[in-house]
T-cell receptor, first 114, second 111 residues
Framework: DTGVSQDPRHKITKRGQNVTFRCDPISEHNRLYWYRQTLGQGPEFLTYFQNEAQLEKSRLLSDRFSAERPKGSFSTLEIQRTEQGDSAMYLC????????????FGPGTRLTVL | LAKTTQPISMDSYEGQEVNITCSHN???????ITWYQQFPSQGPRFIIQ???TKVTNEVASLFIPADRKSSTLSLPRVSLSDTAVYYCLVDVTGGGNKLTFGTGTQLKVEL
């Protein structure tokens, strides 16, 4: 257990539905990251926050994806109008600010879109 | 964007030393080299990080030659529980703000 928690651990939804995932980082970490991982591939960066500010978003990220970190603590990742191609493991990580700090990953949320 | 190249898979036996080499020919002056380990259905876990020469911690050593165009992760006396995917990362975003993973090296350790 790294101290980063994600909820739910598994989500099955039908195509076209909206889904929301939650990430609770290590409390003293001010940086929070979202990644997506498909089978056989390494995690792919989606976006990251420093405190409540979203500082970077992948250009590959569809407009159907949105993330928030309203109080600089937990974060949510929402996918609207899900597609089968959204099926993946969604990973959250947190770290302290500063260069090259270790990122601590949560267990992930596995999304299956039928 | 610095690209890393590492073997897709490696096999070993318990008790052996395993060395996984990663090539990163386009590494920039301010880039660090970081290795993560990932077990199935879990998030990646930080193993070790270095800039040059040799770094050692309780689980691994990292060897980086002077030109820094490659690095070698060394796992001493592996066990079955070291079976995992190992990722070599070279960050180019000026501060480690995001990690760029490749496909990693699947290490399989057998008895």
């Amino acid at each position: 257990d790294t101290g980063v928690s994600q909820d739910p651990r598994h989500k099955i939804t039908k195509r076209g539905q909206n889904v929301t995932f939650r990430c609770d980082p290590i409390s003293e970490h001010n940086r929070l990251y979202w990644y997506r991982q498909t089978l056989g591939q390494g995690p792919e960066f989606l976006t990251y926050f420093q405190n409540e500010a979203q500082l970077e978003k992948s250009r590959l990220l569809s407009d159907r994806f949105s993330a928030e970190r309203p109080k600089g603590s937990f974060s949510t990742l929402e996918i609207q109008r899900t597609e089968q191609g959204d099926s993946a493991m969604y990973l959250c990580a947190s770290s302290l600010s500063g260069a090259y700090n270790e990122q601590f990953f949560g267990p992930g949320t596995r999304l299956t879109v039928l | 964007l610095a690209k890393t190249t590492q073997p897709i898979s490696m096999d070993s036996y318990e008790g052996q030393e395993v060395n996984i080499t990663c090539s990163h020919n386009n590494i920039a002056t301010n880039d660090y080299i970081t290795w993560y380990q990932q077990f199935p259905s879990q998030g990646p876990r930080f193993i070790i990080q270095g800039y040059k020469t040799k770094v050692t911690n309780e689980v691994a050593s990292l060897f980086i030659p002077a030109d820094r165009k490659s690095s070698t992760l060394s796992l001493p006396r592996v066990s079955l529980s070291d079976t995992a995917v190992y990722y070599c990362l070279v960050d180019v975003t000026g501060g480690g703000n995001k990690l760029t993973f490749g496909t990693g090296t699947q290490l399989k350790v057998e008895l």
